[in-house]
C-alpha cells in the first residue's frame, strides 16, 4: 500500500466551477500536510499546508484534513484555466539515516486538472 | 531572489555520454536536494546536501554522482546512464535540512528534462 494515494483524473471542469483533489494516507506519524502546483514542464511549488485537522483557507483555496479518517482535500473554488496544472498532495515526515535528521516529502501520484473557459 | 536555476533545460545524450546538470541558488539556503521525476508520476527524492556536505543517498545507482561545489550550487553528473533513466531531474532547496512550515518550504526549480537514447 502507497503511504499517501491520489486519484491521478483527469479532471476536467468548466471555468467558474468548485474542484475538489483528495488523498488519502496510511501512516499516522505523518503530521504535515502540503498541496503542491506542478505547470507543464516547470518545478512543484507548495501552494498551502497545514499540520492540524480543519481547514484553512487562502484566497479561492481550501485545505482540509480529517485525521481521524486519513484523509486530505483542496478545495478550489471559482477555479480558472490559470488553475490547470497537476497538483500533488505530499506529507513531511522527520527521517533518520546514519545519525541525521532530515524532513523528506512522500508525494502522492498528483491529479491532472484542467479548467476549461 | 527566491529562485532556484537550473541548466540545461533540456539535454539529450548517449549512453555512453558523460554530462552534468546543474543547479544555482542565491537564497542563502544550507540545504540543497536532487529529485527525479518520471512522466506522470510524482519526485522522487535522490541526494540531500547539507551544509555542502551529502547527508542523504537514496540509495541512487553509481552512474549519478552528486557534487556540491559551493553553497549556492550543487551539481548532478552523470554517466553511462540507461534510457530507462530518462526524466525530469529537479532541483530544490530549503532554508535548512528539517524542512518544516512555511519559514522552510522547499523551493523548486524547473528541472532538466533528461532523454537517454
Known amino acids: 500500500q502507497k503511504e499517501v494515494e491520489q486519484d491521478p483524473g483527469p479532471l476536467s471542469v468548466p471555468e467558474g466551477a468548485i474542484v475538489s483533489l483528495n488523498c488519502t494516507y496510511s501512516n499516522s506519524a505523518f503530521q504535515y500536510f502540503m498541496w503542491y502546483r506542478q505547470y507543464s514542464r516547470k518545478g512543484p511549488e507548495l501552494l498551502m499546508y497545514?499540520?492540524?485537522?480543519g481547514n484553512k483557507e487562502d484566497g479561492r483555496f481550501t485545505a482540509q484534513v480529517d485525521k481521524s479518517s486519513k484523509y486530505i482535500s483542496l478545495f478550489i473554488r471559482d477555479s480558472q484555466p490559470s488553475d490547470s496544472a497537476t497538483y500533488l498532495c505530499a506529507d513531511d515526515l522527520e527521517r533518520k539515516a546514519g545519525g541525521t535528521s532530515y524532513g523528506k516529502l512522500t508525494f502522492g501520484q498528483g491529479t491532472i486538472l484542467t479548467v476549461h473557459p | 531572489d527566491t529562485e532556484v536555476t537550473q541548466t540545461p533545460k533540456h539535454l539529450v545524450m548517449g549512453m555512453t555520454n558523460k554530462k552534468s546538470l546543474k543547479c544555482e541558488q542565491h537564497m542563502g539556503h544550507r540545504a540543497m536536494y536532487w529529485y527525479k521525476q518520471k512522466a506522470k508520476k510524482p519526485p522522487e527524492l535522490m541526494f540531500v546536501?547539507?551544509?555542502?556536505?551529502?547527508?542523504i543517498n537514496e540509495s541512487v545507482p553509481s552512474r549519478f554522482s552528486p557534487e556540491c561545489p559551493n553553497s549556492s550550487l550543487l551539481n548532478l553528473h552523470l554517466h553511462a546512464l540507461q534510457p530507462e533513466d530518462s526524466a525530469l531531474y529537479l532541483c530544490?532547496?530549503?532554508?535548512?535540512?528539517?524542512?518544516?512550515?512555511?519559514?522552510?518550504?522547499?523551493?523548486f526549480g524547473s528541472g532538466t528534462q533528461l532523454s537517454v537514447l
Open positions: 546536501y547539507s551544509y555542502e556536505k551529502l547527508s
Open positions: 530544490a532547496s530549503s532554508q535548512d535540512l528539517r524542512f518544516r512550515l512555511i519559514d522552510e518550504k522547499l523551493f
Open positions: 497545514t499540520y492540524s485537522s
